[in-house]
T-cell receptor
Protein backbone atom coordinates (compact mmCIF):
# COMPACT_ATOMS: atom_id res chain seq x y z
CA UNK A 1 0.00 0.00 0.00
CA UNK A 2 1.55 3.24 -1.14
CA UNK A 3 2.07 5.86 1.46
CA UNK A 4 2.88 9.51 1.96
CA UNK A 5 3.29 10.49 5.58
CA UNK A 6 3.56 13.91 7.16
CA UNK A 7 5.25 14.47 10.49
CA UNK A 8 2.29 16.10 12.24
CA UNK A 9 -1.46 16.35 11.73
CA UNK A 10 -1.75 19.47 13.87
CA UNK A 11 0.88 22.04 14.77
CA UNK A 12 0.69 25.29 16.72
CA UNK A 13 3.57 27.75 16.52
CA UNK A 14 4.24 31.34 17.48
CA UNK A 15 4.99 34.22 15.16
CA UNK A 16 8.67 34.37 14.31
CA UNK A 17 9.39 30.72 15.03
CA UNK A 18 11.18 28.53 12.51
CA UNK A 19 8.91 25.71 11.46
CA UNK A 20 9.79 22.43 9.77
CA UNK A 21 7.17 20.30 8.06
CA UNK A 22 8.42 16.87 7.05
CA UNK A 23 7.09 14.58 4.34
CA UNK A 24 8.19 11.03 3.59
CA UNK A 25 7.09 8.75 0.74
CA UNK A 26 7.79 5.06 0.38
CA UNK A 27 7.12 4.69 -3.36
CA UNK A 28 10.55 5.66 -4.70
CA UNK A 29 8.93 8.60 -6.52
CA UNK A 30 11.08 11.20 -8.23
CA UNK A 31 8.67 14.11 -7.80
CA UNK A 32 7.54 15.64 -4.54
CA UNK A 33 5.32 18.65 -3.91
CA UNK A 34 4.20 21.00 -1.17
CA UNK A 35 0.81 22.70 -1.37
CA UNK A 36 -1.18 24.86 0.95
CA UNK A 37 -4.94 24.78 1.04
CA UNK A 38 -7.11 27.65 2.20
CA UNK A 39 -10.91 28.05 2.09
CA UNK A 40 -12.05 29.42 -1.24
CA UNK A 41 -8.58 29.24 -2.78
CA UNK A 42 -8.19 25.53 -3.46
CA UNK A 43 -4.74 24.01 -3.51
CA UNK A 44 -1.81 26.27 -4.32
CA UNK A 45 1.63 24.95 -5.14
CA UNK A 46 4.44 26.25 -2.94
CA UNK A 47 7.47 24.27 -4.13
CA UNK A 48 8.18 21.05 -5.94
CA UNK A 49 11.19 18.87 -6.57
CA UNK A 50 12.16 16.61 -9.46
CA UNK A 51 15.01 14.88 -7.75
CA UNK A 52 17.31 14.94 -4.78
CA UNK A 53 18.74 18.41 -4.12
CA UNK A 54 16.58 19.90 -6.88
CA UNK A 55 13.75 22.32 -6.25
CA UNK A 56 11.47 24.57 -8.26
CA UNK A 57 9.26 27.42 -7.10
CA UNK A 58 5.55 27.03 -7.38
CA UNK A 59 2.99 29.80 -7.36
CA UNK A 60 3.45 31.03 -3.81
CA UNK A 61 7.03 30.38 -2.63
CA UNK A 62 7.44 33.62 -0.67
CA UNK A 63 8.13 32.98 3.00
CA UNK A 64 8.98 29.32 2.42
CA UNK A 65 12.00 27.23 1.58
CA UNK A 66 12.44 23.50 0.99
CA UNK A 67 15.04 20.81 1.37
CA UNK A 68 15.38 17.47 -0.37
CA UNK A 69 18.51 15.70 0.81
CA UNK A 70 17.11 12.20 0.27
CA UNK A 71 14.78 10.92 -2.41
CA UNK A 72 12.07 9.87 0.00
CA UNK A 73 12.01 13.04 2.11
CA UNK A 74 10.90 16.56 1.26
CA UNK A 75 10.88 19.23 3.94
CA UNK A 76 9.05 22.55 3.96
CA UNK A 77 10.60 25.29 6.06
CA UNK A 78 9.01 28.45 7.33
CA UNK A 79 12.00 30.57 8.29
CA UNK A 80 9.97 32.99 10.39
CA UNK A 81 6.37 31.95 10.75
CA UNK A 82 3.68 34.58 10.35
CA UNK A 83 -0.04 34.48 11.04
CA UNK A 84 -0.87 34.53 7.32
CA UNK A 85 0.85 31.18 7.03
CA UNK A 86 -1.85 29.55 9.11
CA UNK A 87 -3.17 26.93 6.71
CA UNK A 88 -3.48 23.27 5.80
CA UNK A 89 -0.25 22.01 4.23
CA UNK A 90 -0.36 19.02 1.93
CA UNK A 91 2.56 17.01 0.62
CA UNK A 92 2.35 14.83 -2.49
CA UNK A 93 4.60 12.63 -4.58
CA UNK A 94 4.49 11.16 -8.08
CA UNK A 95 6.54 9.21 -10.56
CA UNK A 96 8.19 11.16 -13.32
CA UNK A 97 6.48 10.25 -16.55
CA UNK A 98 8.73 11.03 -19.51
CA UNK A 99 5.80 11.62 -21.83
CA UNK A 100 3.33 13.46 -19.65
CA UNK A 101 5.79 15.02 -17.23
CA UNK A 102 3.82 14.15 -14.14
CA UNK A 103 2.04 10.99 -13.15
CA UNK A 104 -0.76 10.55 -10.60
CA UNK A 105 0.01 12.41 -7.38
CA UNK A 106 -0.37 10.66 -4.03
CA UNK A 107 -1.15 12.96 -1.15
CA UNK A 108 -0.39 12.80 2.52
CA UNK A 109 -3.08 13.47 5.17
CA UNK A 110 -2.05 17.09 5.62
CA UNK A 111 -0.70 19.20 8.48
CA UNK A 112 -2.95 21.88 9.90
CA UNK A 113 -0.60 24.65 11.02
CA UNK A 114 -1.76 27.46 13.26
CA UNK A 115 0.55 30.43 13.81
CA UNK A 116 -0.38 32.55 16.81
CA UNK B 1 -0.28 30.62 -17.03
CA UNK B 2 -2.89 27.93 -17.49
CA UNK B 3 -6.00 28.47 -15.46
CA UNK B 4 -9.02 26.33 -14.84
CA UNK B 5 -12.55 27.35 -14.05
CA UNK B 6 -15.09 25.13 -12.35
CA UNK B 7 -18.46 25.76 -10.71
CA UNK B 8 -18.04 26.46 -7.02
CA UNK B 9 -20.71 24.02 -5.93
CA UNK B 10 -23.31 21.54 -7.16
CA UNK B 11 -26.14 19.66 -5.50
CA UNK B 12 -27.52 16.30 -6.49
CA UNK B 13 -29.62 13.42 -5.19
CA UNK B 14 -28.64 9.84 -4.75
CA UNK B 15 -28.90 7.79 -7.93
CA UNK B 16 -28.54 10.74 -10.29
CA UNK B 17 -25.77 11.30 -12.81
CA UNK B 18 -23.57 14.30 -12.06
CA UNK B 19 -21.54 16.17 -14.65
CA UNK B 20 -18.88 18.67 -13.57
CA UNK B 21 -17.30 20.81 -16.27
CA UNK B 22 -13.89 22.43 -16.15
CA UNK B 23 -12.68 25.13 -18.55
CA UNK B 24 -8.99 25.27 -19.44
CA UNK B 25 -8.55 27.61 -22.39
CA UNK B 26 -4.73 27.71 -22.31
CA UNK B 27 -4.10 23.99 -22.22
CA UNK B 28 -0.91 23.02 -24.04
CA UNK B 29 -0.66 20.39 -26.75
CA UNK B 30 1.07 17.87 -24.52
CA UNK B 31 -0.95 18.45 -21.35
CA UNK B 32 -3.17 15.82 -19.80
CA UNK B 33 -6.31 16.56 -17.82
CA UNK B 34 -6.66 14.96 -14.43
CA UNK B 35 -9.43 14.98 -11.83
CA UNK B 36 -9.04 14.51 -8.11
CA UNK B 37 -11.52 13.97 -5.28
CA UNK B 38 -11.05 15.29 -1.77
CA UNK B 39 -12.95 14.41 1.40
CA UNK B 40 -12.74 16.59 4.52
CA UNK B 41 -9.51 16.21 6.50
CA UNK B 42 -7.90 14.13 3.77
CA UNK B 43 -5.54 14.77 0.89
CA UNK B 44 -6.94 14.67 -2.67
CA UNK B 45 -7.23 11.32 -4.38
CA UNK B 46 -6.79 10.60 -8.11
CA UNK B 47 -10.01 9.75 -9.97
CA UNK B 48 -9.34 9.79 -13.69
CA UNK B 49 -7.04 11.18 -16.36
CA UNK B 50 -7.39 11.74 -20.09
CA UNK B 51 -5.94 13.45 -23.12
CA UNK B 52 -8.78 13.52 -25.65
CA UNK B 53 -12.24 12.09 -26.45
CA UNK B 54 -13.50 9.81 -23.69
CA UNK B 55 -11.98 7.83 -20.85
CA UNK B 56 -13.90 5.56 -18.51
CA UNK B 57 -12.91 3.65 -15.40
CA UNK B 58 -14.81 1.95 -12.60
CA UNK B 59 -15.47 5.25 -10.86
CA UNK B 60 -16.13 7.89 -13.51
CA UNK B 61 -16.00 8.97 -17.15
CA UNK B 62 -14.11 11.90 -18.58
CA UNK B 63 -15.27 13.65 -21.74
CA UNK B 64 -12.89 15.91 -23.64
CA UNK B 65 -14.00 17.75 -26.81
CA UNK B 66 -11.78 18.04 -29.86
CA UNK B 67 -10.49 21.51 -28.98
CA UNK B 68 -9.58 20.29 -25.44
CA UNK B 69 -10.46 23.67 -23.94
CA UNK B 70 -12.81 22.05 -21.48
CA UNK B 71 -13.50 18.67 -19.93
CA UNK B 72 -16.44 17.08 -18.13
CA UNK B 73 -16.22 14.64 -15.26
CA UNK B 74 -19.24 12.37 -15.18
CA UNK B 75 -20.21 10.44 -12.05
CA UNK B 76 -22.92 7.86 -12.73
CA UNK B 77 -25.57 7.25 -10.08
CA UNK B 78 -23.97 9.17 -7.22
CA UNK B 79 -24.31 8.09 -3.60
CA UNK B 80 -23.96 10.00 -0.33
CA UNK B 81 -20.31 8.93 -0.19
CA UNK B 82 -19.60 10.94 -3.35
CA UNK B 83 -20.08 14.15 -1.39
CA UNK B 84 -16.67 15.76 -1.73
CA UNK B 85 -14.70 18.47 -3.50
CA UNK B 86 -13.63 17.67 -7.06
CA UNK B 87 -10.57 19.29 -8.63
CA UNK B 88 -9.65 19.61 -12.28
CA UNK B 89 -5.92 19.64 -12.97
CA UNK B 90 -4.03 20.51 -16.14
CA UNK B 91 -0.43 21.18 -16.98
CA UNK B 92 0.70 24.79 -16.86
CA UNK B 93 0.95 25.60 -20.57
CA UNK B 94 3.80 23.23 -21.30
CA UNK B 95 5.86 23.93 -18.19
CA UNK B 96 6.27 21.35 -15.47
CA UNK B 97 3.88 22.98 -13.01
CA UNK B 98 0.45 21.57 -12.44
CA UNK B 99 -2.40 23.90 -11.54
CA UNK B 100 -5.31 22.87 -9.37
CA UNK B 101 -8.58 24.63 -9.96
CA UNK B 102 -10.53 25.99 -7.00
CA UNK B 103 -12.61 22.87 -6.95
CA UNK B 104 -16.31 22.05 -7.11
CA UNK B 105 -18.05 21.11 -3.88
CA UNK B 106 -20.55 18.35 -4.67
CA UNK B 107 -23.27 17.73 -2.11
CA UNK B 108 -25.35 14.58 -2.55
CA UNK B 109 -28.69 14.42 -0.75
CA UNK B 110 -30.70 11.30 0.10
Amino acid sequence: DVKVTQSSRYLVKRTGEKVFLECVQDMDHENMFWYRQDPGLGLRLIYFSYDVKMKEKGDIPEGYSVSREKKERFSLILESASTNQTSMYLCASSRRDRVRGFDEQFFGPGTRLTVL
Amino acid sequence: LAKTTQPISMDSYEGQEVNITCSHNNIATNDYITWYQQFPSQGPRFIIQGYKTKVTNEVASLFIPADRKSSTLSLPRVSLSDTAVYYCLVGDGGTDKLIFGTGTRLQVFP
